[in-house]
């Protein structure tokens, strides 16, 4: 019984962390655009240096997005249809679990009469941090300079650099799945 009651709290854990592995993604676009005029690409410097990650992990995304473009059939081009930018937003999640239970504090005693009651109990709080990241991707009308269509993925990030870069190609495999409109089953 007590083993089976050390190990509820981490069930419950597991439960959330493996509820939290995926990846949220939505799609906005220009209904005027012709997204079959689209070809080529290129990446937009200037929006992606204001990207408040670090440089490895731009380098990641920005691959995981040329692979997933490439497979679409577009190509990497000097002169693109399409630039490519992408902008992130992070917070913390902090969660406390207090894993306290118990029997007879205080209850009915016996023979009708009213105090403290006998039994056992545990307490033994865990917290535990997320960070939760939202990516945008943004592809841009090279011609007129508009912005044509948006994906934005939002799930939990690996704080560990072996799932990171798994991760990473995630987040953006799946926002590229809404690319381009209509097209989705």
Not at 7 to 13: G, H, N, R, V
Not at 124 to 130: F, R
Request: hydrophobic share 35%.
């Amino acid at each position: 019984m007590k083993n089976l009651l050390k190990t509820l709290p981490l069930l419950a854990l597991l439960i959330v962390v493996t509820s939290c592995s995926s990846v949220r993604v939505a799609a906005d676009y220009d209904k005027n655009a012709t997204f079959t005029e689209y070809k080529t690409f290129a990446f937009f410097k200037t929006g992606i240096d204001k990207a408040e990650i670090s440089d490895l992990d731009k380098r990641r995304i920005l691959r995981a997005i040329e692979t997933e473009l490439l497979a679409k059939g577009f190509t990497k081009s000097e002169k693109p249809d399409l630039l490519i930018s992408l902008f992130t937003k992070s917070q913390q999640r902090v969660d406390v679990y207090n894993n306290s239970w118990g029997y007879g504090t205080w209850g009915w005693g016996g023979w009708g009469g009213f105090g403290p009651g006998w039994g056992w109990g545990w307490n033994q709080p865990s917290v535990s941090t997320s960070t939760q990241g939202t990516l945008y991707i943004d592809l841009i009308d090279a011609n007129k300079k508009e912005l044509v269509w948006q994906g934005m993925g939002t799930g939990y990030l690996s704080r560990s650099m072996e799932k990171k870069e798994e991760r990473i190609k995630e987040f953006v495999s799946k926002i590229i799945e809404k690319y381009p409109p209509g097209t989705q089953q």
